[in-house]
């Protein structure tokens, strides 16, 4: 087993603060890094608010281009080991803002990546949208999602819901899910595919393209 240390990028789409949304991702954030160290696999996390690089990401989609501070969110995106997504539900979906920072990455940048998937709403009979609206997002951009999401409605903090699968439970069974599929990946650095000596790929560098 790779024992080396991962990363866990944490993306939250919550509009307040503080925010259930963001508390949800930093609960299962919290426990996959729990699950790696219970498998000799030590991890950090880089947490970000989408929120704060709503403005970025507007230009982004506009311009093309991502400022200084949204590049870093996005490289820290598709560098990391495994990616964790919690989106509040709004109208029945994942917010305009998350579904506008997923817009911004390259559509082969997260193929492959383990992703545990996480939502939020006022009731649970929105917990489906996991299934039917974000689910499918990340298929089609080739992503690993575990088989668990993991759904939070306002009595999962009021102590009000599912005494059969508290909240508690289900951050769980999706941390494990994650953490055994970040053990089981390969761990490989992340190429520059600008870099001139990596250009070509397969070995070859972009000066060998010019015969040089």
Do not use: C
Request: charged share 20%.
């Amino acid at each position: 087993m790779n024992t080396s240390a991962r990363r866990i990028a944490v993306i939250s789409a919550g509009l307040s603060a503080p925010s259930s949304t963001r508390m949800l991702a930093d609960r299962m954030a919290a426990a996959t890094v729990a699950e790696l160290g219970a498998r000799g696999i030590q991890a950090s996390v880089d947490a970000f608010e989408l929120r704060d690089v709503a403005h970025d990401i507007t230009n982004n989609l506009l311009t093309g281009f991502a400022p200084p501070a949204l590049e870093s969110v996005i490289n820290a995106v598709v560098s990391a080991d495994a990616v964790i997504v919690v989106t509040p539900i709004f109208s029945t979906s994942y917010s305009g803002l998350f579904k506008s920072f997923i817009d911004v990455l390259d559509k082969d940048s997260l193929i492959g990546k383990p992703v545990l998937i996480g939502a939020n709403a006022g009731t649970a009979r929105h917990s489906l949208a996991i299934d039917y609206a974000i689910r499918p997002l990340f298929a089609y951009m080739h992503a690993n999602t575990v088989s668990t999401g993991v759904f939070a409605a306002s009595e999962d903090w009021s102590g009000g819901g599912d005494d059969v699968a508290p909240l508690a439970a289900r951050v769980a069974k999706g941390a494990r899910e994650l953490a055994d599929a970040v053990a089981g990946s390969t761990h490989a650095p992340v190429l520059d595919p600008y870099d001139p000596d990596t250009y070509a790929q397969d070995g070859r560098s972009f000066r060998d393209l010019l015969g040089g």
